[in-house]
């Protein structure tokens, strides 16, 4: 089935019928008059991201040229509401547009609905269409709960609607969490999505297709074509209308496993002599169109990394790991500045965990740290994360990650708590330094989960470096089994706002709980 845009369904439990039939406030100057044809759309639906205790962004896409307007409310009454003028949506952005919405009252449901205006006549505006978010509490006593995973549309695993399309994001809703971290591998830019693929039992996994799928990216046009094709399923498009986002990036947002300065070489499906640089900027301009994500200005690398803050239980420390790493090799150097996080990142890092006065300091990782993730460098040994396999005293990459721990650990920094994707599997594992060959650093835990919707794969070796003992993990034996054959997971964070306990919940694409863990705050081990 190939589709270009998306059913004109309601994005959030219905309310598009409902809001499209209010009366619309008049402070353009005159009521909106809405004409047959002609009007702007937002078959797209509506996102929210970066909500913070007053603010938030909300994120649109229109199918024309159109000046964007949010309105906030209460309820979904939207009596009374507030009016935020955005920007004037055009080619340049692929006709994407965020809004910066603030001086919201915190700890507070606000409902939103975005509504597109034909850039010459005001009047003439498109159906409105309706979204709501939590901003984040100020008093600890209200809690906080979130998700996370990553790795969606993976190794030719797309939108299957006979098995109910994205069906893990209509499980995810049903707990009402407020945001969801998305760890990276929002896209995969380097994959192909074809009609069918064979199944193990004889049977076809049925996709829906688009142009931008039927070959790998490399222009900016066919970045933003695989940022669209995601929107094409409804239970994302519900999902984002529901739940504010998070967002981190990883390879597959350019292509598998690159890394700065790389140069495609022959044999490949992009052209010889292709710069990976190149390809990143083009991926990150169409990642800052398509997600509403605060990013640092002024920047010319669009800097991703940044402190989510949730009130006095919760900082999310999002980390990039992918734009400042030096190259994949066999990673066994006794020094290493560059690392996979850069100086600079490092550096940051340190400083806002120090400032930090949260209860809990979730560290976002787009990679694990203790998994051996391997990636051959021409023949011989590589390798994509931290891990290299040698559970000796830190080499490459892990010098940098033993610098981070030590500090955390001589700074007195409690409640950190590791979380990632990318492994496409789902697994907990304790550090501990009375395993470790590395011993200067206090105990910690690294979860683990994904994929969204992405080929599944046995679980990754551990190194001892740091004295990981994998108390939970579930995995298939054989690689890149399909999302029809489960195997798809994501994780749930539960801090409760009179003790302060920490629960991490692993679960299946269902909602269904695999294991659980309770970290108390304050305390050093676990």
Known sequence: ????????????????????????????????AFALSGRPRADW????????ADSGLVWVRSDRPARMIVETAATGSFRNPRRWHGPLLGADSDFTGTTRLHGLPSGEQVHYRVLLADPDDPRRTGEPVTGTFRTAATRRRQGVRFLWSGDLAGQGWGINESIGGYRIFDAMAKLDPDFFLCSGDNIYADGVITATQALPDGGLYRNVTSEAKSHVAVTLDDFRGNFRYNLLDEALRRFNAQVPNVIQWDDHEVRNNWYPGEVIGTGTAYPAGTRLDDMAVRSRRAFSEYFPI??????????IYRVHRHGPLLDVFVLDMRTYRNANSADDQRTDPQGILGA?????????????????????????????????VEGMAGFEAVAQGDPG???????QIAELLRYIKHRGITGTVWLTADVHHTSAQHYDPSRAAFKDFAPFWEFVSGPLNAGAFPASALDGTFGPDRVFVKAPTASNVSPAEGYQFFGEVDIDGHSGELTVRLREYDGTVLFTRTLRPGRVGQ
């Not at 005293?393 to 010098?399: D, F, H, K, V, Y």
Request: aromatic share 2%; glycine share 12%.
């Open 393 to 399: 005293a830190p080499l490459g990459r892990e010098l």
């Open 294 to 303: 605060s990013t640092v200005s002024g920047r010319p690398d669009g800097r």
């Open 344 to 376: 600079g990142q490092l550096a940051w890092l340190k400083r806002e965990l120090s400032r930090s006065r949260a209860v809990w300091k979730v560290i976002a990782a787009d990679m694990p740290l203790g998994l051996v993730v391997p990636d051959p």
């Open 1 to 32: 089935m190939s589709l270009s845009l998306p059913g004109r369904r309601s994005v959030l439990r219905g309310s598009l019928a409902a809001s499209a039939a209010l009366a619309l406030p008049t402070a353009l100057g005159t009521p909106p």
């Open 45 to 52: 639906g509506v996102q929210a991201g970066d909500v913070s």
